[in-house]
């Protein structure tokens, strides 16, 4: 599984003219679900979420968690994060899960979120061509990747 993790003052999803998504001084999260994925790697993840120490503290140290501040978390499902680029030009996309998988991962990711304490946990809409409007912060972007972690 991977994840795309920006910290934002606001973000919203938006399709076909219509806000379906949207959160406030939180975290940003597209989120990648590999055909290896299982609901292991969404409870890592959303964990690692959740307790990632990417705010600034009262001496302007990243030292708080989205949990800290009471954040907003806006999770937007993106199988092009699994791209293979390693040959030619144009992306493959044979290593993202098929849809339902994909989809049933992100939502239990999701769960897994509010489980550890994110009381505003929302997302876009699975599959949908999405808009994303956002205002970030920092700018902080974190890359994380669970098959990285998993490595010996």
């Known amino acids: ?4 993790i920006q910290r934002m ?3 919203e999803v938006v399709v076909d003219g219509k806000t379906v998504g949207d959160g406030k001084n ?3 999260v597209l989120l990648g679900v590999a055909d290896s994925d299982t609901e292991a790697e969404a409870e890592l993840m959303a964990a690692k979420v959740s307790n990632l120490r990417i705010f600034c503290d009262e001496n302007d140290k990243m030292n708080l968690s ?5 954040g907003s ?3 937007v499902s ?3 994060l699994c791209a293979d680029t390693k040959k030619g030009n144009r992306p493959s996309f ?6 339902k998988g994909a989809d049933r991962l992100y939502m239990h990711f999701v769960e897994c979120l509010k489980q550890n304490g994110v009381n505003d946990a929302k997302t876009g809409e699975f599959g949908a061509d999405m ?3 956002a205002t970030l912060t920092g700018p902080v972007t974190i890359l994380l990747d669970t098959d990285i972690w998993r490595k010996k």
Not at 1 to 4: D, G, L, P, S
Not at 66 to 70: E, H, N, P, R, S
């Open 1 to 4: 599984m991977k994840a795309v």
């Open 9 to 11: 003052d606001f973000a």
């Open 26 to 28: 939180g975290l940003l």
């Open 66 to 70: 989205v949990l800290d501040v009471k």
């Open 73 to 75: 978390v806006l999770t």
């Open 78 to 80: 993106n199988f092009t």
């Open 94 to 99: 044979i290593g993202a899960m098929e849809p």
């Open 131 to 133: 808009t994303i409007n």
